[in-house]
């Protein structure tokens, strides 16, 4: 939808300083409403420089681009642009309305001093991490060929008002070019997510989504940052490796959340994943897709009470409908390939999926706190 400059401006009080909810390199976002106040927007004002000597799009223009092809509920989707000719008459400046997400971001949610609420119980970051590997996955499938977002992180993870946990800013995303054409355009992500193995145009691809999205899902289990300066190692891929491995998942988790018996082995299950998903061999990493059915698996099992307190949207109950529909088709068994870690001291495993995390225990009703 095209919008004027105008009523952006308005929306915004003028781009005034107290609408301004973030700023970067790139530019500034505001919050906007529009439809006569009804609806919450966020209007990205870039300060783009000179067009790239690789003949590489603006970031706004490759944004506006992506988020013109491709629309689905786990992703913060467009609601309009605005373009009109610069007051110096050089060149256009542009504006990029989208859907406006009022809970902030995991990053905050996570790494806030102090935090903001309670920590995540388990349930529910179990669902986050499926609600952003949902997103990634539209992206990978995407027609005509596969969009890599290349900036999974956690500060791009947000929540919209009923906590359905989005993927947003595809300021450096990019489709897969198609081969010999050389239309790759230079690597580009955050240190800490950014894939080791993308080293190079030619090395695009949706692994380099599947590393940083592992990341993210080390960061959702641990609530560590992906670089910890006073960590040795500061990597969260390098200090957490290791231990999974080693079968001592359970440090790795946030110690706040109390971890035992099914939610244990549940959340060993999420280790293995995350640790398939940072290997350093590209060949050995799940595809999104194996991404997503391992963690509705999971989600799955956790589904052994009527309601469900943080199932409130469509989004999520899209995905809840498919949980109970596979639910009922196996009854108790598992619907995904096994991917196990141990996560207690006392149990067996072997490298990449083997036995499973311990544990008797009475299970707790984790499944109605809203976090």
Not at 140 to 157: L, M, Q, T
Not at 191 to 214: A, I, K, M, Q, W
Not at 223 to 236: C, F, N
Not at 301 to 308: A, D, I, K, S, V
């Amino acid at each position: 939808m095209e919008l004027s400059y105008e009523e952006i401006k308005a929306s915004t009080n003028g781009f005034s300083l107290q609408q301004l909810i973030g700023k970067g390199s790139h530019g500034r976002v505001y919050r906007g409403t529009l439809d006569r106040g009804k609806r919450a927007v966020a209007v990205k004002k870039p300060t783009e420089g000179p067009r790239s000597t690789t003949g590489e799009p603006p970031k706004l223009d490759n944004e506006i681009d992506i988020l013109l092809s491709i629309r689905n509920p786990n992703l913060v989707n467009l609601v309009g642009t605005c373009c009109r000719d610069n007051a110096d008459g050089q060149g256009k400046e542009k504006l990029l309305v989208t859907e406006f997400m009022p809970n902030g971001s995991l990053h905050s949610l996570l790494h806030s001093s102090p935090p903001p609420r309670p920590p995540p119980s388990w349930p529910r970051r179990m669902l986050i991490a499926l609600q952003v590997a949902l997103a990634a996955l539209s992206l990978h499938e995407a027609e005509p060929r596969p969009i890599v977002h290349r900036d999974i992180k956690s500060a791009n993870v947000l929540f919209d008002r009923r906590w359905n946990a989005r993927l947003g800013d595809f300021s450096l995303a990019a489709r897969v070019a198609e081969r010999g054409s050389g239309a790759a355009p230079a690597p580009a992500g955050t240190l800490g997510y950014l894939d080791p193995r993308y080293t190079t145009p030619e090395r695009l691809g949706p692994e380099n989504d599947v590393f940083s999205f592992g990341v993210v899902l080390l960061e959702l289990l641990s609530s560590t940052r992906a670089m910890e300066t006073d960590r040795e190692p500061a990597s969260v891929v390098a200090w957490a490796v290791p231990m999974i491995r080693g079968g001592r998942g359970a440090s790795v988790c946030d110690c706040r959340v109390e971890l035992r018996g099914k939610m244990g082995r549940l959340v060993g299950r999420v280790l293995a994943v995350a640790e398939r998903c940072v290997s350093g061999r590209e060949e050995r990493r799940p595809t999104m897709a194996e991404v997503v059915g391992e963690l509705r698996g999971v989600v799955e099992c956790l589904w052994w009470r009527p309601t469900w307190g943080c199932l409130r949207s469509e989004a999520s109950a899209s995905v809840l409908h498919q949980c109970i529909r596979a639910w009922k088709r196996c009854n108790k068994k598992r619907v995904t390939k096994k991917i196990v870690c141990k996560v207690d001291s006392g149990s067996s495993d072997d490298d990449g999926g083997g036995g499973g995390g311990g544990g008797g225990g009475v299970e707790r009703n984790e499944l109605h706190d809203e976090f």
